[in-house]
Every structure is written in structure tokens, then in C-alpha cells.
């Protein structure tokens, strides 16, 4: 079962004065992610990340496109009762302690007041601000307001979650904290989509990892694959969507965005694939060795390679 | 609905209660009114008259300026302190939002215009050793006052839906002034022609009007306001603020938020 | 896909509704105040010195919005039973307290207040009151010294404060000749015709309001009227010593040389002969200042 789903999603921002040009800031957008999983999404800043999750949060909309949500479209009220968000660098109403935020996000979020308060002892505890009292979040650190934010996210017991960047600014010993949540909600069975440029946590927690650069996919791929060091598997890019059906058998993954298809294959059949290829007449593109470390993985997806689709 | 209406208000009520800032304010309309008896000691025999037309002026143009200064940070704050982003992956809907955090304002203003008039009657009481039953109709003039706050802060919430704080409040302001003198741009639409006439009168009408809602000195004299007068007037802004109300929802609907 | 386009809807719906709604309201509200009311406010206002300090400082604006309400109020309403004079004083005297040096006000308003009714308020002491305080405050304007003098001889017909007025009027740099000329004439408590027409031809030049130049037009007409009617009656008489009977028609007159043609009014319409002997004007309506001794 998808949790998420993601077509065509993009969104083009008017820029200048006058002649107003056409500034891409998430080209269309093919992504899926399975129910539990955990999933990174990777990129330099300004690659377009928190541009999605705004899009999926309905916070700007989109120029096309369309997403569900745990199969109900991403714009339905209803279905946002099941999700959780913490935006990069969140901040929240100052003049609110900690208990009193998330007992007013919780009553937005649609749960009934029994029960409420404890919930909220119990999440502050579990992030570790079980000893914050009535301080106003104004006095917070910048820690204490990250592990507010996760707590906000997750106060009504959310099946799907969004973060972005949840690690940002934090020193190291936040960092490992948050961390240890993550995994937390992970053993939990949570589906978590979080956007981050830290190679090292998306190795530690996710299942999967896409990488976007400038507003665009460049690639997805398992992190278990891509850590093994072991070129036991390659991407093969090509253009030619009806040649998918043909080969669809021997890939171990495959991903379309218009004509571009993006398909994993076991590295000795390659040449299989190639032929197949060659015979439906797609047009290859490139064939890319799933080796190295995700950082390396990384670095080869986001240099400029303007050349390709 | 009603849940997330309510919680929207109260927490928008919450956050003009602890805010610093207002509390100066209104103590310095305290303060105002209490110092009016002071300006009465300038014109012999008129000191109630005095004090009436400078407590009530007060407690409006000050009252005015706060509903401008909360108003502007209703929407544009929420947006440039991100605080907006949390709320909306919420099953809240975005008029939801606008709509609770009118409400909550609304309240908020009541409270303080009721604060001030009960500082003001104390003055009263004090200088004039002992209210007359006239007095009462004293109370009609804050009731229109709060009026023209319900259209004020409509207004300033348009605003704050797609402008930034600064030009929200410059332009809130600029209408509360436009609205005292509106009745004199209607005058001027019906003795001109054509084109100019339909212009002005459009104007006219778009703009809030105060004029009917300024009974300051009316009230001082001891002349009441007639019942009729009192339900078309609240008539009249609640309508405005209604329609008000509903253009700052269709406005945020379709904002793409930064 | 722009949010939630169900919402949209209704609020624009909403909104064009509930705008509509405030529409008639406020027509409903401006019905029960009558159309007074805006006016009536300035009798509750406390004294004009209070309303300046009020103003913060905005005082002229302030005066300049009065005298426009009072420029629309009173002109478009001239003549109409539902004149309310006793607001036009109040509203002159707070506008000059709020902007003294406003000389239209001065100049236009004591005019409007001291001609009789319907063309005026019927109140000539008030001119005078204001007036006396427009030259308190702009002693170097010798015009107001010209108005004031006016209305002493004109509506108040107190020769000796008009001549005072004249006199310190042409005394003052800047004056022109004819105020010593009426200075000269009020002494001579000269109430003729010519002086009057004197009076009118001077305020005719002087002014810059068109109101004004009218009204004065029409005393001129009026007064020309008189001498020439005077004149006429004058000439039936010596025809009728001569011939023994009265003239029927004015050919009569040409006959006999004594006048030229058939004479007309300043307007362009003919006198009429009446049977007996006496003249009358075509239409009495053109000459709303002719009667007898008034001026």
C-alpha cells in the first residue's frame, strides 16, 4: 500500500517585474513511498525539497500535478488528521509554553479532551522536555524548540510524517537525539518522509533515497544497494516508455517521469537489457554503475549534467 | 467546525492578553481618561461635557489603533514567522483560520473597549460626584464605537491576508480616516454627473462610513440616539464586516503562502 | 488547482451578497438621520477654540472641509422652504475659528447671512459679528472693510457705521478709490439710486464668486430698471400735458419725439404702458429687487 503517491508534481514560480519569466522550481515529480517505510530525500539547498513538502502541505499549490496521501488527494482536510509536519527551522507561539501549544495543536488535530492532557505529559517526556513546566517557548533553546516540533508532529498519532530537515542546527548531541526518535518512530511503523543534505543520518535511518537537484529527480535508489560497495546492480536511463513493458521482467526497479525511464538492473544482465533496448528502439542515455557509498551515489546524481533529460 | 473555530479564537485571545505591548497601550488610554478631568479645568461649566468628548474620543481613535496594530499581525505575522505552516498540515481549513482569528480579535477589542469605559465611568463618577441617568446613553456611543471596530479590524485583516504589516496598517488606517469624512464623498457623488458620479459613488460606498457611528458629541449633550438608528447601524457593520470578512477568505483560499 | 474552489465560491458569494446588504443599510441609516443631520452636528460641537485644539494641528483641512459642506448645503438649497438658517452662523463662525485667515468664508458666508430671505438668512448683525472678526484677524485686507460697509448700508441701513467702515477700509494700503467715494457718499447719508448702483458695480468687480457677481447683476438690473421706469413715467406725464390725454401705446411717444423706440429693459424685454399712465416691467420674475424703497 502506497502512502504516498506523487504525479507529475511541479511548480513554476513568475519571477521579474515587467516581463514576467518562468522560474522552475520543482520540475514534474513521479515518486512513491511505500506504507512504513522510511524515505530521504536528499539534496543541496535549494534543490527544491521544502518546495515539495509545501506542495504536499498545501501551503503553496501547485502549477500541475497531482499527489494522494494514503489514497485520498493531498488537498482533503480529512486526510491531514493522519499526517504530522515540522517545517525547517519551525517556530512557534512564543508566548505559549510547551504543554499549552500541544494541547492546541491537538484540539485543531481533532483529538477529544479525554485523555488530552496525559497524552501531552507523555510526548513532552518522550522527546525529552519532561521538565519545561510553564516556561514560555520564548526561552526555548533552539534544541528544545526541534524536539517541540517533532513533539507537535506526532501528538495525534500520525500514520505518515513529514520533516524537513529535521536535524538542521542542532548540535551533535541533539542531533544523535533526534536520531534515536526517528528510529523510534520508524520501529513504531510509521511511514517518515524527510528532506535532508546530511548523507550520514539518511544512511542511518532510510529505506530508500531519492535525490533532487535544481527542482529536479536525478535519482532513486535502495541505501542497502547503494551502501554495499559491491557493483551488483546498475541504473539504466533511457528514453522510450513502451519499451518498459518489454523488459519490465528483468528490472528490479523502474521509474518513469514523461519518456525518460529510470530502471535498476542486476549488473550481469545489463547486456540483456541493452539488447532488449536496442531492439524497441529506445534511445540510451546512460548506464550507471550502483557502486561506492551513498555519497558518492549522491555526488555523481547532482553534478551538472545538463546533457541529460 | 466549531472545535477548531473556537480554538482558533481563544488562542488569538490568548495571544493579545500576554502581548506587552498592548497592555501599554491601554494603560496609557487609562490614563488619558483620567486625565481628563484635568482638561475640564480649562472651560468653566462645560467640565463634564469636556471629559465625555475626551474619554469617548480616546477610547475610539486609541481603541482604532489597536485594533490596527493586532490586526495587521493576524495573517502577515502567522506567514513571515512560519508559525501558519504548522497549522495548516492540520485538518484546519484555511477560512477556518481567517474566520477564528477575526473572532478571536473581535473578542479581544470588546474586552478592552469595556475595560476603558469602566475606567472612564470611575472618571466620571469621580468628577462629577455621581452619574446622572443620562449617562446611560453614554453607553450607546461605545456600542458604535465597537462598531466601527468590527469594520476596522475587517478591514485590517483584509489587508493582512496579502499585504505586509506595515502597508496593511498604512492603508487601515488611511480608510479609518476616509470613512469619518465618506458621507461628505457621497454628498459630492450626488451633485455630480456621469462617469464621475458612478466612480464616487462606488467609492463612496466601498469605503467604510463613520459618519452615522460618531455620536460622541451628540451623546454629550444629552441627546439620545433613537432605537430605529441603533439596529440600522449595527445593521449596516455587520453587513460590512461580513462582506469584508469573506473577501480576506477568498483572498487567503487562493494565496500561494511564502 | 488554487485551493479549495468550493470555498471560493461561496465567499464570492458571500461577499457580493452581504456587500449588497450593507449597501442598503447605510441608505436605510443616511433615510432616518434626514438630511440635516451632518449639518446639525455642528450645533453640538463644543466651541470653535476647543474643536481647533481637537484637530491636532489639522485645523485648516478641518475648516476647509467645513466650508465645502457649507458651499453644498446652503447652495444647493437656496430658496427651499427646508433651509435651515440658524446652522449657516455656527458653521461660519467654526470654520473661521478653525482657519481665520479663510477669507471666502468671511467674504461669501456674511453676504449669505445678512441678504433677506429666501436669498439669504435674514441675519445682518451676524455679518456684522463676523466680519468684524475676519478684520481682527486679517487687518491688512481691506475687502472685508468694503463687505462690512455693504451690509451696514445695504441690509442694516446704518449710514453712519457703513461710513466708518468705508473710511478705515480706504485707509488701508492697497485700497481702491471707491471706497473713499463711498466713505464721501455714506456721509453724505446719500440714499439714492445712483449710490446704490455705485455699491453694486464696485461689489460686482470686486468679487471673484460668481454667486455673488449674479446677485449683484440683479440689484444692478433692478436699480436700472427703477431710473429708467422713473425716467418713462416722467416723459408719459409731459405727453400727456401736451396732448391732453394719455399715450396708448409707445408709438405714441415716438411720434411725437420723445423717445426713440420702444424701450426696453435691461433684460432686452419692452416696458408696458399700462392704461394708466403708470409703467410696469414685461416680467416682474427678472427683477427680484424691484420694489418700492428697497434697494
Known sequence: MLAIEIQGLSKDYAVGFWKKRLRPALRPLNLSVKSG??????????????????????????????????????????????????????YFYDY??????????????????????????????????????SKHLRKFSKGMLQRVGIAQAIIHDPEVLFFDEPMSGLDPLGRHEIRELLQSLKDDGKTVFFST????????????????????????????????????????????AHALSGVAGSLAESHVTGETVRGVVRSQDIDLLLEKLRQQRARLISVTPLQ?????????????????? | MTSRLAAIALNTFREAVRDRVLYNLILFVLLLVASAPLFSQISIGMERMILVNVALSSISLFGVIIA???GIGLVSKEIEKKTLYTILSRPVRRWEFIVGKYLGLMVTLVVNALLMTAGFYLALLITAHGLKKTDALLLVAVYFTILQFLMVTAITLLFSSFSTPIFSAIFAFALFVIGTFAEDLRTFATMS???TKWVVSAVAYIVPNFASLNVIAQVGYGQPVGGRMIVLNTLYALFYSAAVAAAAVMVFERRNLK | MTGNRTVTVVAACLFLALFAGSVFSLREVDAARGQDATMEEILYLPSGKTVKHLSLGYSSLLADIYWTRAVQYFGGRLGQPSMRYDLLYPLLDITTDLDPHLLEAYQSGSVFLSQPQPEGAGQPDKAVALLEKGIRENPSYWRLYFTL?????????????????????????????????????????????????????????????????????????SLQATLDMAELARRVQFYREKAGALPTSWTDLVRTGLLRGVPLDPNGAAYKLMPDGTIQVEDPRKFPFLSPGRR
Open chain 3, 149 to 221: 460697509g455693504f451690509v451696514h448700508y445695504i441690509d442694516r441701513r446704518d449710514f453712519k457705521s457703513a461710513q466708518e467702515a468705508f473710511e478705515k477700509g480706504s485707509n488701508v494700503p492697497g485700497a481702491l478709490p471707491f471706497m473713499k467715494v463711498m466713505a464721501a457718499r455714506m456721509a453724505e447719508r446719500s440714499d439714492d439710486i445712483s449710490t446704490a448702483m455705485y455699491l453694486w458695480k464696485a461689489v460686482y468687480e470686486v468679487t471673484a464668486d460668481p454667486t455673488v457677481k449674479e446677485t449683484a447683476m440683479k440689484h444692478l438690473a
Open chain 2, 68 to 70: 490596527i496594530f493586532i
Open chain 2, 193 to 195: 454627473h456621469g462617469a
Open chain 1, 96 to 133: 505559549l509554553s510547551a504543554p499549552e501549544l500541544l494541547d492546541y495543536y491537538a484540539r485543531l488535530s481533532g483529538m477529544p479532551p479525554t485523555g488530552r492532557s496525559q497524552r501531552v505529559t507523555q510526548l513532552l517526556e518522550r522527546v525529552g522536555l519532561g521538565d519545561v513546566g
Open chain 1, 197 to 240: 543534505h546530511i548523507l550520514s543520518d539518511a544512511e542511518a535511518l532510510c529505506d530508500r533515497v531519492a535525490v533532487i537537484h535544481k527542482g529536479e529527480l536525478r535519482g532513486i535508489g535502495v541505501v542497502n544497494d547503494l551502501r554495499a560497495g559491491i557493483a551488483e546492480k546498475a541504473e539504466v536511463i533511457w528514453e522510450g
Open chain 1, 292 to 309: 561506492g557509498t551513498l555519497e558518492e551515489y549522491f555526488l555523481s546524481k547532482t553534478a551538472d549534467q545538463e546533457a541529460k533529460a
Open chain 1, 37 to 90: 517505510e522510511t524515505f530521504g530525500f536528499l539534496g543541496p539547498n535549494g534543490a527544491g525539497k521544502t518546495t515539495t513538502l509545501k506542495l504536499l502541505m498545501g501551503i503553496i499549490f501547485p502549477t500541475a500535478g497531482s499527489a494522494t496521501i494514503l489514497g485520498k488527494d493531498f488537498h482533503d482536510p480529512e486526510v491531514k488528521r493522519r499526517i504530522g509536519f515540522l517545517p525547517e527551522q519551525p
